[in-house]
């Protein structure tokens, strides 16, 4: 292992190979070093690869802690046979064979063609610690860096500070629970954007955590857990062998606990990840589920279906033995042809999804069984959707573009009606490559480089306050950025409906 005496000196070094700090601030000392000349962010906080991005291998050989060379083993603990590597200097895993990797947990399934395997606590030095605690020592340099005081440099020391906590818990088999709402708190964030998503994935990765189930496949207020890398990857193979691939896995997980745990994937950057609604995203889906044995009787079907307004009820034999269900047709049907049949013969098909499954590819099964048993990540039936559920979820999906839809033409016909097409085309198109001629062709954008413009705004004669209003305006760009994009897991929902609703009649009040 080779470490620098002096890991700030490293650091800077890093930096200075990556290309961050600007121009102005070469030859500063590395407190007074800013990011794209910015005085609000240092250095070390702005760089930091938690913004979105999981620390790999070459981020600690241009740290310095981690020298070209190094040996690493990775040592099946049943069969006591050991796997050689070495770190390239471009910060590649170099097995035997010369095959290379940029994920330790890739390298680590290449030398025995199974997996997956948590590479990071896979692979260790020869003085016997694990590359895992080599990323913890970079990222504990990196917070100990000066910093300035900003508010955004005390986020990171402080969610840097908790994660670490949670691993530790974690690795003392106390691990924490949180609501995901919650969690997002840590980030300072209350929605599931691709951009937010992306960055807690990467955080908890790089400080070898999960969350179980995966907050991105949950609902918003579900709790999940943060556990850590498992104690035995040959265990951790086993169980993750015994289930199902998640769609669009294209390599080995690191993490063994069951399910898709993507959190802790040791993925390279694939740019910006696809968002989806997924089936455990839904409110009901792991929220339980009442359910009867076959040994059950239609009087207690029946009492437990009416006190629940219920329609269905699944039929279990344990919690993970679906044997089917019984529904109100069903029963009706059984007892049409046989007044005294038993309640097997009630019994009809059910079928059962798990819960990270994308929602709109489980519609087909959805349509032919009017319901769906969701599984948990430990395989166990932990609640039920119908067609209700998924009419909602979507209806709640799209009213929002109903709204952004009034609010655009709202803001064409104040522009339209209010000012003058020529200053527009000056404020909008002043070079003209884009031909402007009508105000059909305005943007978003375009609404908000004329109305933030004083001279035209003053033209509107409203008794507003222009800045607050541009403001305003600007939050529902990005409000109408996500959800155009579809990248945001938790819609604008709640806090968006309001704002664009108020915008609207606003709009509406002094547009005559």
């Known amino acids: 292992m080779t470490i620098s005496e002096n890991p700030h000196r490293c650091w800077a070094r890093f930096c200075d190979d990556q290309g961050v700090p600007s121009q102005a601030d070469r030859g500063k000392p590395m407190a007074e070093r800013t990011v794209d000349g910015s005085a609000d962010e240092p250095l070390g906080r702005a760089s ?26 990775f040592r099946q603990r049943r069969s006591g046979q050991d796997h050689l590597a070495q770190v390239t200097s471009d910060g590649r895993i170099e097995l035997s064979d010369g095959q290379r990797f940029k994920s330790p947990s890739a390298a680590a399934a290449a030398t025995t063609g ?22 913890q020592e970079f990222l504990d340099t990196v917070a100990e860096l000066p910093r300035s005081g900003a508010v955004a440099a005390d986020g990171h020391a402080a969610r840097h500070a908790r994660l670490k906590d949670a691993r530790r818990q974690a690795d003392a088999e106390a691990p924490v629970t949180v609501t995901v709402r919650d969690l997002l708190g840590w980030w300072g964030a209350s929605r599931r954007g691709y951009v937010v998503t992306e960055q807690v994935a990467a955080e908890l990765a790089n400080h070898g955590l999960s969350t179980v189930p995966d907050f991105a496949a949950v609902g918003i207020d579900d709790r999940v857990t943060l556990t850590g890398p498992s104690r035995d990857t040959e265990d951790g193979e086993e ?19 069951p399910g898709p745990a993507t959190t802790s994937s040791d993925e390279e950057d694939k740019g910006e990840p696809i968002q989806g609604q997924t089936v455990g995203n839904l409110p009901s889906a792991l929220k339980g589920v009442v359910s009867v044995s076959s040994s059950a009787s239609f009087e207690e079907v029946f009492t437990r279906m009416r006190l629940n307004g219920y329609s269905q009820l699944p039929v279990l034999s344990g919690p993970r033995n679906l044997r089917g269900a019984v529904t109100w047709e069903s029963i009706a049907r059984a007892r049409y042809a046989d007044p005294e049949a038993p309640f097997s013969e009630a019994i009809v098909a059910a079928h059962a999804v798990s819960y990270a499954e994308h929602l709109i590819d489980v519609l087909p099964d959805l349509e032919r069984f009017g319901f769906l048993l969701v599984k948990d990540q430990t395989n166990q039936i932990a609640g039920i959707i119908t067609v209700a559920d998924v009419a909602a979820e979507y209806g709640a999906t799209a009213r929002p573009f109903l709204l952004i839809g009034d ?28 031909k402007l001629s009508t105000f059909d062709q305005l943007s978003y954008g375009d609404y908000q480089q004329v109305l933030g413009n004083q001279e035209q705004w003053d033209k509107l004669s409203w008794p507003l306050d222009r800045k607050s209003f541009i403001a305003r305006l600007d939050e529902l760009r990005e409000i109408r950025n996500e959800l155009m994009h579809f990248n945001d897991k938790d819609k604008a929902g709640d806090s968006a409906i309001p704002m664009l609703r108020n915008m609207i009649e606003l709009l509406r009040e002094h547009s005559g």
Do not use: N
């Open 407 to 434: 609010l655009d033409r709202q803001l064409r016909r104040v522009i339209s009606e209010g000012l003058d097409m020529t200053e527009v085309i000056t404020l909008c198109d002043p070079d003209g490559r884009r």
């Open 48 to 73: 930091y690869l938690f913004e979105g991005r999981r620390v790999l291998v070459s981020d600690l050989v241009h740290a310095g802690l981690l020298g070209a060379g190094t040996r690493l083993t």
């Open 239 to 257: 169980k993750a062998a015994d289930q199902e691939p998640t769609a669009g896995q294209e390599e080995p997980r690191e993490a063994s606990t």
């Open 114 to 135: 199974r997996g997956p395997y948590d590479g990071w606590t896979s692979w260790a030095l020869d003085d016997g610690s694990l590359l895992d605690a080599v990323r």
